[in-house]
Antibody, heavy 115, light 110 residues
Framework: EVQLLESGGGFVQPGGSLRLSCTASGFTLSSYDMHWVRQAAGKGLEWVAGIGIAGDIYYVDSVKGRFTISRERAKNSLYLQMNSLRVGDTALYYC??????????WGQGIMVTVS | QSVLTQPPSVSAAPGQKVTISCSGSSSNIGNNYVSWYQHVPGTAPKLLIYENNKRPSGIPDRMSGAKSGTSATLGITGLQTGDEADYYCLAWDNSLSEALFGGGTKLTVL
């Protein structure tokens, strides 16, 4: 079964760091563009970062210089290193796969609380 | 305020039809594909429409997508109570080099 499973969330103080992981099963993660999306309580979905098959990387302006997206082929995993965390980064974070210009597979989400 | 504009809410009776609009600009919808997602907060979003008007396997033909110029529309016919959720459009923005979600539309099936 094709699945994504996030881990690494938790509670951190402002200015702290967390590293989210997203492990794929049922497909080769490095063969797809992959993204992180978040949703703060009571807010809409917000795209955070993406990494293309060729290694091209993009970030939403609010996380540039603080977050780093990466992947590890050997572990079939996607990562989001989050530094200098702010209260406004508190959200449920999802990893998601791109297929034919749509986000077709999503993880169940992992909570990050900055307080 | 989102760059892609959606109505905050829509409602209709069971069995009826509803449309949800998504308005953008030439830097996003006008020159890129639009996809649509159904989301119940706290659960994983579900892809309903990709590449403007295509349905993934398993999505019923009650769901449809269309794009014209800098706007896109999601249509849902034969509304069911199970369709109650938040719906989002998504498009890449060439000027920002970011993916953009619309603000989301809450569908209520009365």
């Amino acid at each position: 079964e094709v699945q994504l499973l996030e881990s690494g969330g938790g509670f951190v103080q402002p200015g702290g760091s967390l590293r989210l992981s997203c492990t794929a099963s049922g497909f080769t993660l490095s063969s797809y563009d992959m993204h992180w999306v978040r949703q703060a309580a009571g807010k809409g979905l917000e795209w955070v970062a993406g990494i293309g098959i060729a290694g091209d990387i993009y970030y939403v302006d609010s996380v540039k210089g603080r977050f780093t997206i990466s992947r590890e082929r050997a572990k079939n995993s996607l990562y989001l290193q989050m530094n200098s965390l702010r209260v406004g980064d508190t959200a449920l974070y999802y990893c998601t796969r791109v297929y034919s210009n749509g986000f077709d597979i999503w993880g169940q989400g992992i909570m990050v609380t900055v307080s | 305020q989102s760059v892609l504009t959606q109505p905050p809410s829509v409602s209709a009776a069971p069995g009826q039809k509803v449309t949800i609009s998504c308005s953008g600009s030439s830097s996003n919808i006008g020159n890129n594909y639009v996809s649509w997602y159904q989301h119940v907060p706290g659960t994983a979003p579900k892809l309903l429409i990709y590449e403007n008007n295509k349905r993934p396997s398993g999505i019923p033909d009650r769901m449809s997508g269309a794009k014209s110029g800098t706007s896109a529309t999601l249509g849902i016919t034969g509304l069911q109570t199970g369709d109650e959720a938040d719906y989002y459009c998504l498009a890449w923005d060439n000027s920002l080099s970011e993916a953009l979600f619309g603000g989301g539309t809450k569908l209520t099936v009365l």
